[in-house]
């Protein structure tokens, strides 16, 4: 079956950098767009970013925009996040994303999700 495992999370100071990664299993992961999302407590999961099956469309929510790095190696099936100058508000679970096609910042136009990893900006 398909897996998406995240990793990378963490407890990091205002204006740190993380860098999430995402391995995926069970499918043909050249064929997926692939997101990253957030989902703070208390708050409605978000789009962060999302990039194409060939890494050549990348997009980005605003709020991140000039901070975070979308990137992916589809010969180890796997999507990353570099997160710098993070804030405060960046704290949230980090979920990884797949959809067959072309990218979407839609939480329902995603087929398959990660179990999500923790991230904590602390002041």
């Known amino acids: 079956q398909v897996q998406l495992v995240e990793s990378g999370g963490g407890l990091v100071q205002v204006g740190a950098s993380l860098r999430l990664s995402c391995a995926a299993s069970g499918l043909t992961f050249s064929g997926y767009a692939m997101g990253w999302f957030r989902q703070a407590l208390g708050k409605e999961r978000e789009f962060v970013a999302a990039i194409n099956w060939y890494g050549g469309i990348l997009d980005y929510a605003d709020s991140v925009k000039g901070r975070f790095t979308i990137s992916r190696d589809n010969a180890k099936k796997s999507v990353y996040l570099q997160m710098n100058s993070l804030k405060p508000e960046d704290t949230a679970v980090y979920y990884c994303?797949?959809?067959?096609?072309?990218?979407?910042?839609?939480?329902?136009?995603?087929?398959?999700w990660g179990q999500g990893t923790q991230v904590t900006v602390s002041s």
């Open positions: 994303a797949g959809r067959y096609g072309s990218t979407s910042p839609e939480v329902a136009r995603y087929e398959y």
